[in-house]
T-cell receptor
Framework: NAGVTQTPKFQVLKTGQSMTLQCAQD?????MYWYRQDPGMGLRLIYY???????DKGEVPNGYNVSRLNKREFSLRLESAAPSQTSVYFC?????????????FGPGTRLTVT | AQTVTQSQPEMSVQEAETVTLSCTYD???????LFWYKQPPSRQMILVIR??????QNATENRFSVNFQKAAKSFSLKISDSQLGDTAMYFC????????????FGKGTLLTVNP
């Protein structure tokens, strides 16, 4: 099993450009998440999907959209990138919708917006 | 809102020694879960240990153990017999007992194990 995979690993965008970060998991997990990690800030939740067909905002959703394409895939879209969105983005998944489940993380995407 | 505080931005320890990383949290819920995640230089986050708030017994995983003090809202991680491979960022995280949809993370502690 590959676990949680993310593409691309690195990306440089100019201000105003758009792009989609891809995430896929092969563990048959119900829930998926997108986080951003900034220096000194820890991980902050952008959006999550509790189950296929549902998405909800997290702590910092502004400037982002998400799509839960199917049970395996959860993409994050930046419609008009801004320098403030320079960050490392992590996708994660967890097995169930109940409490206490571990979240499994992908390797991250380092995004730079100039 | 839940908050998680890690008061030690950086720590270092000699190989084979023991180190304790601190974490405090604030919540009004009675049923919740606490986690320690490790992020090595490769960036991949890995779960180290998990504690259920309703369990009084402290969780242990090989060289890793926690000191969970529910009344004090404290959840420290002890690493025994530190190894060079333990060098990483360590994040403390809180998850609701009502739903695990959202984890709240602390800002992390960078641990360096010196030879």
């Amino acid at each position: 099993n590959a676990g949680v995979t993310q593409t691309p690993k690195f990306q440089v965008l100019k201000t105003g450009q758009s792009m989609t970060l891809q995430c896929a998991q092969d563990m048959n997990h119900n829930s998926m998440y997108w986080y951003r990690q900034d220096p000194g800030m820890g991980l902050r939740l952008i959006y999550y999907s509790a189950s296929e067909g549902t998405t909800d905002k997290g702590e910092v959703p502004n400037g982002y959209n998400v799509s839960r394409l199917n049970k395996r895939e959860f993409s994050l879209r930046l419609e008009s990138a801004a320098p403030s969105q320079t960050s490392v983005y992590f996708c994660a998944s967890s097995p169930g919708t109940g409490p206490g489940y571990e979240q499994y993380f992908g390797p991250g995407t380092r995004l730079t917006v100039t | 809102a839940q908050t998680v505080t890690q008061s030690q931005p950086e720590m270092s320890v000699q190989e084979a020694e023991t180190v304790t990383l601190s974490c405090t949290y604030d919540t009004s819920e009675n049923n919740y879960y606490l986690f320690w995640y490790k992020q090595p230089p490769s960036r991949q986050m890995i779960l180290v240990i998990r504690q259920e708030a309703y369990k009084q017994q402290n969780a242990t995983e090989n060289r890793f153990s926690v000191n969970f003090q529910k009344a004090a809202k404290s959840f420290s991680l002890k690493i025994s017999d530190s190894q060079l491979g333990d060098t990483a960022m360590y994040f403390c995280a809180w998850g609701s007992g009502g739903s695990n949809y959202k984890l709240t993370f602390g800002k992390g502690t960078l641990l360096t194990v010196n030879p």
